[in-house]
């Protein structure tokens, strides 16, 4: 199962049994509140009507006939209290009806009064309500019309007529519970249409959330694509273009201290492989000119002719020349590899750097017996002037080994772009991909392979530094090497 379907799996579920309890316990509560808020009111209510009736009940005019003179003023009133029209809107609801039943009993519990006429003369001293007023305790009911209809309910609170400081009967008020239940259905409707609305924005939440957190953890898998290391038996040249690795990730929290350590951790892996793969080239080139140099020095320890001590002694200094070549083009490259972006401020002109390398190399040329042109004229930009005049100074010098006495090498300006051309052999088509990598050498046209193939691997860093590009092709006769620089790297 997928990260993201199991976060939002997770999510749901939690989320789901949280909402299902808390909703459960909202609906559960709505109608007992209901119904204490209104047992409440009706406490208040019975209380009043005790002390109106009290007068009545004492000078024994509750159980006159409504149509006799003598009858209770408080029985008269209740009765046009139940006639008495009404048309109230309440919070969205009309009311029009008065749904108070109220009944009087005695200290026996008969009835001596009742606003319905349904029970004048009844024994109620055994119901709750009237039992426990009359013995000085809190009286209440609740009782159904109809047993089996739990919508039939009807709710009765008493409280005790006091005559002289005593009880002198008990005056109950009865509502039906019907009449607050459309509240109470509206009420649950509400809650749970609510509940409904925070379940569906917590959906969407955890969407949100699930979606931000598997977006950001795939960029950082995207990252570790990018960045992960060479297959096995395979080594990392820096001086060949490699795919482009992703930035590292800008994320929040721990995701971010991931992909920062995912950065130092491939840092550390290209650096110890970059080692690697240079102790193995490294070795690789110097076995041959060190033993050179230890035969021609085991063989100058014996007694030999003039002319081949002195071949031998050449031979010396000649490999401990290979070997300087080496050394000062590998630190070179070491520098150029250490570096991220070349540091041009001033405007340079390719035609001075051209100049100068000509300059530094026209002596070798001459000893060769090869000329240098310089021809067109190139542009200007943000260049690094000495890095520049490297890279040309490496490609003279690869130009001139291989160029045939008495020819010229050319040295091109065409805007952002320098060539330079020989008129040497070349080299085979299978060698032209590979070159630009580190101590890969062709043979010279006299067949000797004195060169460190660390030259054209200087070229093409200081063309990467710069945001350009190294384009080598044959010309039959002859090698043309390009460098296309970018007019802003």
């Given at each position: 199962m997928r990260l993201g379907i199991r976060l939002l799996f997770a999510f749901f579920l939690i989320n789901g049994i949280a909402a299902f309890f808390v909703l459960r316990v909202f609906m559960a509560e709505i109608k007992p509140s209901v119904r204490e808020v209104m047992e409440d009111m009706m406490v208040d209510t019975a209380n009043i009507l005790a002390e109106l009736a009290s007068e009545d009940l004492a000078a024994g005019r509750l159980a006159a006939d409504a149509g006799n003179s003598r009858a209770s003023p408080f029985a008269q009133h209740v009765r046009r209290y139940a006639t008495r029209p009404i048309d109230a809107a309440i919070w969205g609801f009309s009311k029009q009806s008065l749904d108070y039943r109220i009944y009087v009993t005695d200290t026996t519990g008969r009835v001596l009064f009742d606003s319905e006429n349904r029970a004048v003369g009844a024994d109620y001293s055994r119901w709750r309500d009237v039992a426990r007023t009359l013995r000085g305790e809190y009286g209440a009911r609740s009782t159904r019309d109809v047993q089996e209809d739990?919508?039939?309910?009807?709710?009765?609170v008493a409280a005790p007529i006091y005559?002289?400081?005593?009880?002198?009967?008990?005056?109950t008020v009865a509502k039906p519970t019907r009449t607050v239940q459309r509240f109470i259905d509206r009420a649950e409707r509400k809650v749970f249409m609510g509940g409904l609305l925070l379940l569906a924005l917590s959906a969407a939440v955890g969407v949100a959330v699930t979606l931000w957190m598997v977006w950001n953890v795939r960029r950082l898998r995207d990252y570790a694509l990018s960045v992960q290391g060479p297959a096995d038996g395979e080594v990392h040249d820096p001086a060949v273009p490699q795919p482009a690795a992703l930035a590292v990730p800008e994320v929040p929290g721990e995701l971010g201290d991931l992909a920062r350590a995912m950065?130092?951790?491939r840092a550390?892996?290209?650096?110890?492989?970059?080692?690697?793969?240079?102790?193995?080239?490294?070795?690789?080139e110097l076995k041959s000119p060190v033993a050179a140099i230890r035969g021609a020095g085991e063989l100058l320890q014996d007694e030999?002719?003039?002319?081949?001590?002195?071949e031998f002694a050449h031979q010396v200094v000649q490999q401990s020349e290979r070997l300087q070549r080496i050394i000062d083009r590998l630190l070179e490259l070491s520098k150029l590899e250490q570096r991220h972006h070349a540091e041009g401020r001033a405007p340079v002109a390719l035609q001075d750097c051209a100049e100068a390398a000509i300059a530094q190399t026209r002596a070798r040329a001459a000893q060769r017996g090869i000329t240098l042109a310089l021809a067109g004229a190139g542009a200007s930009g943000p260049w690094e002037a000495e890095l520049v005049t490297l890279a040309l100074t490496n490609l003279l010098d690869n130009a001139i080994d291989f160029a045939p006495e008495g020819s010229t090498v050319r040295v091109e300006l065409a805007g952002t772009t320098v060539a330079v051309q020989d008129a040497g052999p070349g080299v085979p088509d299978y060698a032209l991909p590979r070159l630009g990598e580190r101590f890969f050498t062709t043979a010279r046209p006299g067949g000797e392979r004195s060169g460190s193939g660390l030259g054209l691997a200087i070229v093409r860093r200081v063309m990467a530094l710069h945001g350009g590009h190294m384009v080598v092709r044959n010309t039959?006769?002859?090698?043309?090497?390009?460098?296309?620089?970018?007019?802003h790297p």
């Open positions: 739990d919508t039939s309910g009807v709710m009765h005559v002289q400081n005593r009880i002198a009967g008990v005056l950065d130092r951790m550390r892996l290209e650096g110890r492989d970059y080692i690697e793969g240079y102790v193995r080239a490294l070795t690789h030999l002719p003039a002319a081949d001590r002195t039959a006769p002859g090698l043309r090497v390009e460098l296309v620089f970018a007019a």
